[in-house]
């Protein structure tokens, strides 16, 4: 039976509903994920540091999809709340084309500066190539690596959200068996590696516009639509602490591959590359937790339900701190069977990447609360307090720890700066919690 945003949330009916989404974010971060696998394992330990290289551009340049998807789902969350289901749809049908259009001209301009870029961030020798030969494929999806994102929160929206999770699935499952196909068995390198993963991502970006573009049973689907520019703007603004916060991890992961070739090398960023790995799916469930509540947050703010506004509230605090202390015993449990998973090969390799991880970890004791304050923010259509708050939490923060840390501690400064960086953004969070509490009437 289909949970539909307009009810009253118990805590096994908000899990329910937010669970795909979770399910989703972490087959998301598979792309990735499997990539690392098979090119460490099957390619080497240079091709692998290249991939973590360049990776990070890649997702910041996506992460216009997700800004999109996080600021267009809260709007068209709110229409649909005040009862303007056609309005709804020609909103969503005109920020998915907005999307794609971005997506093409992002693609082109990557194109022509992809070798650039890759030295800027310290390729060297044959990682300049590898660089630049995964790097370009992946442009060449970009647009519906995009369009993944987008759906992705809009699935959420249109109360599918099991479907956005069987299509993520699905392309995540194409990635893996592709992978092993052109990797393991046709020995393609990173270029396979690369090629497994655009499939995937058109397959996640083509499969929901054969869903929408039809009849269904949904509450959005493709309508006439025309050129919404405030709307458009707003979805930007709304939505420029999502893309804030990918941009500022992409910056920070490379401060991070600057700062370890200083202090240990390429066996440095093929170590946090793994860590990166591990966090992702970690910090994924924190992720989907959040697209999968913000629908609801706006629906009944844009309803003026101030009761399920605080309901919904207090149950997701709980679940951030359960949930929290559950992520953090796990990370440090299971840390020396995922590290061999990627590096077993190399002893040296796998000792830096687990005592990095197990310093990591403490991060996961608080992260979820900062990324749930900004997500909240956004599905209360207040950009401006979550773009702060991401942009404190990430770039200021995140930025000035892996600087100043690593000074102090060396390369132990650098696996604590990530914590460091989410205890003083948990300040900033509650601050501003406490400071709109009676404006939004939420607590």
Known sequence: MRIQLSEHFTYGKLLRFVFPAIVTMIFTSVYSIVDGLFVSNFVGKTSFAALNLIFPLLMALGALGFMIGSGGSAIIGKTLGEKKRDLANRYFTMLVIATFLCGIVIAFMGQLFLRQIAVLLGAEGAMIEECVVYGRILLGSLPFFMLQYVFQLFFVVAEKSKLGLGITVFSGVVNIALDALFVAAFQWGLAGAAAATAIGQVMGGVL????????????????????????????????????????????????????????????????????????????????????????????????????????????????????????????????????????????????????????????????????????????????????????????????????????????????????????????????????????????
Not at 239 to 265: D, I
Not at 284 to 306: C, K, Q, T, V
Not at 409 to 427: C, M, N, P, Q, Y
């Open 208 to 443: 929901p516009v054969l869903y929408f573009i039809r009849k269904n049973d949904s509450l959005l689907r493709f309508s006439k639509t025309a050129f919404y520019g405030r709307v458009l703007l707003k979805t930007c603004t709304n939505g420029s602490s999502e893309l804030l916060s990918n941009l500022a991890s992409s910056v920070v992961t490379m401060l991070y591959n600057y700062q370890l070739m200083r202090f240990a090398g390429e066996d440095g960023v093929a170590a946090y590359g793994v860590i990166a790995y591990i966090a992702f799916i970690f910090a994924a469930i924190f992720l989907g937790y959040a697209s999968g509540s913000a629908p609801i947050i706006s629906y009944h703010y844009g309803a003026g339900n101030e009761t399920e506004l605080k309901n919904v509230f207090r149950k997701s605090m709980v679940f951030h701190l359960v949930t929290g202390v559950a992520m953090t015993v796990f990370a440090i449990a299971v840390s020396s069977p995922l590290i061999r998973l990627f590096v077993g090969y190399d002893r040296q390799l796998f000792e830096l990447t687990l005592h990095g991880l197990k310093l990591y970890s403490i991060s996961f004791l608080i992260c979820g609360f900062n990324i749930f304050a900004s997500a909240f923010f956004t599905a209360l259509n207040n950009g401006m307090v979550s773009a702060a708050i991401s942009f404190l939490r990430t770039l200021v923060f995140g930025s000035g720890s892996i600087i100043i840390l690593p000074q102090i501690w060396k390369i132990d400064g650098i696996w604590l700066a990530i914590t460091a960086a989410e205890l003083l953004s948990v300040f900033v969070s509650s601050a501003f919690m406490v400071c709109n509490r009676k404006k939004y009437h939420y607590a």
